[in-house]
């Protein structure tokens, strides 16, 4: 979990930052996390599972950094490698398989310089796990491939190439691992997700033991000064504040920080921390946030762009139903049908952390079975009468009893909603965006400054695709932008292209 801040502004991803620094920013204190740390460092094939911003690059690079060559004397050797690389998302077939395998081989390459000296294998799958096989023997030890940003939520079919390759690695010798968002459905027809990996859903959850506690251990690192006892009125104290609003963002680290920022900014000498500063700063989240991100992700999902206008009906349907309810039960039951019917508006809005599936099968009153769903706080409480977080409601949403969910049933308003046609293009609508979409904003507030924007125009930038297929000496020649920068921009296209 990311914990610090430059200059005020979050670090959004965990591969951006500084290796040298990583240890310092990062902290997984929980047995939960501990566990998936292991099962990532272990034998055999491992997908975790989870949505934006709950930890899936720290964890995968925590794992690498406790192998070799960081830890020499460990038993296996782990490579961690980034796949935001666009040419994969515009390549298909023999090209997906070359520009994946270079990938494999120049980070392995870089990773362990004169001990990979003899691996030079041919940038085809199968040359690849012999040579990978051949420099496991020759080493004595395991390889694990952390394959990260494996998947994108808007384009399916490399999908399919990409798994076929993760299959064909896969050995006694090579133990491969990849991130891959909820939304991940087409694995292939070669692969079988049930029997080819172990997959591990990335919760955070509060009915699971040391919810409370990690998200303590976050609030006391990244901020040592605030929220003490002093900073809080009433009957709250550090512990039922950060879980409240751990919880309230359903376990989601990156969109925790967000909340403690924007809590840590009504905090003052004057004004203590209390429930009306709550109820302010899960508004703010939700309007500011929540809503907005669904804007953000639109263009990021090619053919499931039309998608996320139903993803947004079904979500002011779902918090709209719950928000009316007398106790503002935060759990939804969708039966089956309906679940498998609007599959891919609920894992957009799974993505984007409106809610998130607890269980996948559930007994329903009225017969048959259903998802559970857990609802984000935020947005519930943005459709309760008066969107105001009162002493009752807080008191019923802290205690660990849940209230009765709604359901979704067959022929109530959910099974009546119609999904769009999908175009047959997968081309996201990002890549012909302006690149001044790039700019510094609630949207993008990772991007760059109107200056750099400027001099990247002025020197014929005008799409974000000009910037994707420029290479680094192309952007090092532009005025103001050095190879630091030439970093950053390639970081920025990263986040706006990978979610």
Same mark, same amino acid.
């Given at each position: 979990? +990311? ?26 204190? =929980?047995?939960?996390? !501990? ?8 034998? &055999?094939?491992?997908?975790? /599972? ?13 794992? =690498?950094?406790?192998?070799? #060559?960081?830890? $020499?004397?460990? @038993? ?13 998302? /515009?390549?298909?077939?023999? %090209? ?17 310089? *004169? !001990? ?5 294998? $041919? ?33 399916? %079919? ?9 299959? +064909? ?29 172990? $997959? ?23 901020? #040592?000064?605030?929220?003490? &006892? ?15 609003? %751990? ?33 302010? +700063?899960?508004?703010?989240?939700? =309007? ?34 719950? &928000? ?13 049908? $309906? ?5 891919? #508006? ?14 996948? @099968?559930?007994?329903?009153?009225? &017969? ?18 008066? =969107? ?11 205690? #660990? ?57 002025? %020197? ?5 695709? *000009? ?5 680094? *000496? ?26």
């Amino acid at each position: 979990m +990311t914990l610090e801040i430059q200059d005020s502004s979050l670090i959004l991803a965990a591969e951006d930052c500084e290796p040298s620094r990583f240890d310092e920013f990062h902290r997984f204190p =929980s047995r939960y996390d !501990r566990r998936v740390l292991s099962a990532l460092m272990s034998h &055999g094939p491992v997908l975790i /599972k989870g949505g934006r911003g709950s930890g899936k690059s720290a964890l995968m690079i925590a794992a =690498s950094r406790k192998l070799d #060559p960081f830890v $020499v004397d460990a @038993s296996a050797i782990g490579i961690y490698m980034s796949l935001r690389h666009a040419p994969l998302l /515009k390549s298909t077939g023999e %090209a997906y398989g070359r520009i994946l395998c270079e990938i494999v081989i120049n980070n392995i390459r870089s990773a362990l310089g *004169d !001990r990979a000296k003899e691996f030079y294998p $041919v940038p085809d799958v199968g040359a690849v796990q012999i040579a990978l096989s051949h420099l496991s023997s020759t080493l004595g030890k395991r390889i694990v491939l952390f394959f990260d940003d494996a998947a994108h939520l808007g384009r399916e %079919a490399s999908l399919e190439e990409f798994f076929d390759i993760y299959r +064909t690695l896969s050995s006694s010798s090579v133990s491969c691992k990849a991130s891959i968002y909820p939304g991940v459905t087409r694995f292939g027809t070669r692969f079988d997700v049930y029997n080819d990996a172990t $997959v591990i859903d990335l919760l955070r959850n509060e009915e699971l033991p040391d919810f409370a506690e990690t998200f303590v251990e976050v609030m006391d690192a990244r901020y #040592p000064d605030d929220f003490g &006892g002093w900073a809080l009125s009433g009957s709250l104290d550090k512990r039922t504040v950060a879980s409240f609003l %751990a919880q309230s963002v359903l376990g989601n680290m990156r969109s925790f920080v967000f909340a403690c920022n924007a809590l840590q900014a009504r905090c003052s000498s004057s004004r203590r921390i209390g429930l009306p500063e709550l109820s302010e +700063t899960l508004i703010e989240l939700s =309007s500011n946030y929540y809503w907005p991100l669904l804007d953000e992700i639109k263009p990021k999902l090619g053919m499931y762009e039309p998608m996320v206008s139903v993803a947004q009906d079904v979500a002011n349907m779902i918090f709209s139903e719950c &928000g009316q309810k007398v106790n503002h039960p935060r759990d939804v039951l969708v039966r089956r049908e $309906v679940d498998e019917h609007l599959a891919k #508006p609920l894992q957009i809005l799974e993505y984007a952390g409106f809610m998130s599936k607890r269980e996948a @099968s559930r007994a329903l009153k009225s &017969g048959g079975r259903g998802a559970r769903y857990a609802l984000n706080l935020c947005t519930l409480l943005e459709q309760t009468s008066g =969107s105001r977080l009162t002493k009752n409601l807080f008191d019923n949403w802290i205690n #660990p009893a849940r209230e009765e969910a709604v359901q979704f049933n067959k022929g109530g308003v959910l099974s009546e909603v119609s999904l769009p046609e999908t175009p047959s293009t997968e081309d996201l609508a990002i890549f012909f965006e302006p690149i001044t979409t790039l700019e510094k904003s609630k949207v993008y507030p990772y991007g760059l400054s109107q200056q750099k924007i400027q001099a990247l125009q002025d %020197a014929g930038f005008t799409t974000i695709r *000009d910037l994707v297929d420029a290479d680094d *000496d192309a952007l090092d020649e532009v005025r103001s932008v050095g190879e630091a920068m030439v970093k950053k921009i390639r970081n920025v296209l990263g986040q706006a292209i990978w979610m």
